[in-house]
């Protein structure tokens, strides 16, 4: 037994671990198309916050929120997407960069890598505190040692961010049903991750059923048979648990309303604003087992099949076995569930992945779209790796006299685990810094992604990758700028220049055919519904021929092409 | 009472699952992260292009399989391929397909044709398919300039290289009003023995959004030979109408269906062959 000071320094490793991995990771990443708009954003909200702070007249006005916050237009400050991590963003920048000198967009970064530190921390302290430490330690490192979902977690966007949230909200959650303290804690941070993400609006799918299998559970009984005696169960549940719906209900909402202003006036119609933004949201043009999508009805598993192909191997199998393992148990105490923890998880998942089995849900992404739902795969993994280890230890003891040591559970636990962990690291560290073109080995890594038409990229931030390469074609100091068309790298243009990644004299050139015409150098990002800036290109330069070519494990990801010189 | 002793069967079944996930993380990352070595790099494919410079005959086509990897491709055999051979209408009027291939893949041009030589470099095999060459006597589209042009229209008829179903397509471009048709005529043109047309709805994003089909209509002599409706999913769709040689007019009539069909870009390119 592992002392409760002992489980905190682990936990505490374990957060410090991701912190750094993650800060140091997105160093080497590209900015993502939708980061510079919620940089933008978020120094307005730090900015607003600070006036207030300081007493400024009038910033609380309707008039200083509105220019703040708001505005006519359905994008108008990026009021279509919930400011809590754009405010973090803001006042990291303000603290980090302004204020210590940290690089410009490490210090905007900086809270995402934050929240992904915290969800390690989460992950390991739930399954500590429902399974072990064992599995806790496996279930936070598969779930550091992924691919895509440290990508995200070094992005000043809100994918990384809402997947803590939501874990949050149900750890807490989950611990409120012991005790009710929990409760509150719950309701504010589900109000944290519904001012994240509008994913937090699914959350309740997953909280609700639970909640009323538990507490009915728990009364049954002690509820009188007869009529409906489920039904009376879930009544007198719900009587001694009431502060649990109570505080999410309350808390919820009312934390979503305080750390967003935009709200604090015509509340509902800003709120439905809010929504009905997504709801109506255009679909974007996604690759999927060789087709291009972007129109319903979409193909029912994407999210099954992409979250098959981008989590390691090792760890689909581990939950796998955890899962069986889980059920065994479930089937041999004749569906007694203990403390709920993996009902619970399991409806996480459905609730995170479920919209998009629908074929219909607007907007279609990525793997980021449904990252709340892979803890629960990790946490499964680290089940099953344990689950399998003691397993095989003491197949080995009955065999063999030598392995009967107290130590070889332990010993076979860390064999497996080790494995596991090291093999998605590996994956982890390979896929660096263009992530989301790599593919597992199911798919057969990133060329086995291309052979089955899945998609290549997304939000532009490979452009990156090309900027060296632009350097060798930069004009010579007094000659005229070589304007380069940049497409969808474009909003991360001046970024790239103010960062110096960029050398002088290579202005973006504007959009679409205008821009190609202009341009003397032209970048493409590989994505399938991309290939339109390859042909305006061929068209304008006479050729099809790019001078560099940006490959990730021999899978082009960005082409740059040069004007050929008048003849 | 003593406990059973569990068979060895039972024993090392459950030694299984804890072997199997050790086999399966070696075996995944392996897969993963060593995928790369399967794709051949820029020396493999700067000796093809030196091989393939000596053996290549003018006129010649070169294509790519899988298509992903086109870019790599290009990058070192690019000056080789013209812009209006990436935009082709077909491959029939090339006497030979060059076909550069990796991890095993085939282009769909090479399809039920025998290749006469070959060589592989460093996991790069090229292939070379000749075929019996269609003489192209008119190409529509580059002339477009010449039509007489009729019927309501957003844009157009322009010449221009677009990107339909996720290739790119020489073609000519017109926009009819939404429900209306274009017509573009082409008098006293040579005709061969076969007219082959290629139509499709140009650029993905309009393709997304206005969900409407195009049609397009040929008649020569004012005699409809044929007509043939492409939807927003059906990308470059060919049809060949045999003729009889020797002069004719010939009319193309787009049409944008439904009055939804607003900025429907329709585009077509056409040969008469011998």
């Given amino acids: ?567 | 009472m003593r406990r059973p002793v569990p068979s060895l069967t039972s024993r090392l079944a459950r030694l299984a699952p804890a072997l199997a996930l050790v086999a399966i993380a070696a075996w995944g990352t392996c897969r993963a992260v060593g995928a790369g070595a399967g794709v051949p790099g820029d020396r493999a494919w700067a000796a093809v292009s030196q091989r393939l410079r000596a053996e290549l005959r003018p006129g010649e086509l070169i294509v790519v399989a899988p298509a992903w990897n086109e870019p790599t491709a290009y990058l070192h055999v690019g000056d080789l391929v013209a812009v209006d051979a990436a935009g082709r209408l077909d491959a029939a009027r090339y006497p030979a397909i060059w076909e550069l291939s990796i991890r095993g893949a085939r282009a769909p041009e090479t399809r039920g044709l025998r290749a006469d030589r070959s060589f592989a470099i460093g996991g790069v095999t090229a292939r070379r398919y000749p075929q019996a060459a269609r003489t192209v006597v008119t190409d529509f589209a580059p002339q477009i300039a010449t039509a007489a042009v009729g019927g309501a229209r957003a844009g157009g008829p322009t010449y221009v290289l677009a990107e339909i179903g996720f290739a790119p397509h020489r073609c000519a471009q017109v926009t009819p009003a939404p429900d209306g048709e274009v017509t573009l005529t082409f008098a006293d043109v040579a005709l061969g023995a076969e007219l082959a047309v290629g139509a499709g709805l140009a650029d993905v994003f309009t393709r997304r959004d206005v969900r409407a089909p195009g049609e397009l209509a040929v008649a020569i002599d004012g005699f409809e030979v044929a007509r043939w409706r492409f939807g927003v999913d059906d990308g470059w769709v060919r049809r060949t109408i045999v003729t009889r040689p020797g002069r004719g007019t010939v009319t193309f009539t787009a049409r944008a269906v439904g009055l939804k069909a607003t900025g429907r870009l329709i585009c077509f390119a056409a040969e008469a062959r011998s």
Wanted: net charge positive; charged share 15%; glycine share 10%.
């Fill in chain 1, 1 to 567: 037994m592992i002392g409760r000071w002992r489980v905190r320094a682990i936990g505490l490793v374990l957060f410090v671990v991701t912190l750094a991995t993650a800060l140091a990771a997105q160093e080497d990443v590209g900015i993502a198309r939708d980061e510079t708009v919620y940089m933008g954003a978020g120094d307005g909200y730090a900015r607003w916050w600070l006036d207030v702070a300081h007493g400024k007249r009038g910033a609380t006005s309707e008039k200083g929120i509105t220019a703040a916050w708001g505005g006519p237009g359905p994008t108008d400050h990026n009021r279509e997407h919930p400011p809590f991590m754009k405010t973090l963003f803001g006042l990291s920048h303000k603290l980090l960069h302004d204020g210590l000198g940290v690089s410009r967009v490490t210090a905007y970064r900086a809270p995402s890598a934050l929240m992904h530190a915290i969800l390690i921390l989460i992950v390991f302290a739930w399954v500590a505190a429902a399974w072990g430490v064992a599995e806790a330690v496996i279930a936070a490192l598969l779930t550091l040692c992924l691919p895509r979902a440290l990508f995200h977690a070094g992005l000043a966007c809100f994918d990384g961010p809402i997947a803590t949230l939501w874990v949050a909200t149900l750890y807490c959650y989950w611990r409120s049903l012991a005790r009710w303290s929990w409760a509150i804690v719950a309701g504010v941070v589900w109000g944290l991750a519904l001012a994240t993400k509008h994913n937090a609006l699914l959350l309740p799918f997953a909280i609700a059923p639970h909640f009323a299998w538990v507490v009915a559970r728990q009364a049954y009984a002690t509820t009188a048979p007869g009529a409906a005696r489920g039904l009376r169960a879930l009544g007198w549940g719900l009587v001694r648990r009431w502060y649990v719906p109570v505080a999410l209900i309350a808390l919820g909402p009312l934390t979503l309303i305080a750390v967003w202003p935009w709200l604090w006036f015509d509340t509902v119609p800003h709120v439905r604003a809010w929504l009905q933004f997504h709801l109506h949201h255009v679909h974007y043009n996604f690759e999927y087992l060789g087709d291009n999508w972007n129109h319903p009805p979409f193909p029912w598993h994407v999210a099954i099949v992409t979250t098959l192909l981008t989590v390691p191997a090792g760890t689909l199998a581990a939950a796998a076995i955890g899962v069986l393992a889980r059920a065994r148990g479930w089937w041999r105490s004749r569906g007694e569930l203990a403390d709920g923890a993996a009902l619970l998880l399991g409806l996480s998942l459905a609730a995170s992945m479920g919209p998009f089995l629908l074929g219909s849900t607007p907007i279609f992404g990525a793997e980021k779209h449904w990252e709340a739902a892979i803890p629960t795969v990790c946490i499964a993994a680290g089940l099953g790796a344990v689950w399998a280890a003691r397993a095989a230890a003491a197949a080995l003891g009955e065999l063999w006299a030598g392995a009967r040591h107290r130590l070889a559970p332990t010993l076979a636990t860390v064999a497996v685990g080790g494995a596991l962990i090291a093999g998605a690291a590996a994956e982890t560290a390979h896929a660096h810094p263009y992530a989301l073109s790599s593919y597992n080995g199911l798919a057969g890594g990133a060329p086995g992604g291309a052979d089955l038409g899945m998609n290549r990229q997304f939000w532009g931030y490979a452009a990156r990758g090309a900027l060296p390469f632009l350097r060798t074609q930069a004009p010579l100091a007094g000659a005229p700028p070589r304007p380069v068309y940049t497409h969808d790298a474009t909003p991360a243009w001046g970024a790239y220049a103010r960062d110096r990644l960029l050398a002088p004299g290579l202005p973006d050139a504007g959009h679409e055919d205008a821009g190609v015409a202009r341009s003397q150098l032209a970048i493409v990002i590989h994505e399938r519904h991309f290939r339109r800036h390859d042909f305006m290109i061929w068209q304008s330069y006479g050729t099809v021929q790019p001078v560099f070519v940006l490959r990730f494990d021999g899978v082009p990801i960005v082409s740059v092409y040069r004007r050929p010189a008048p003849r």
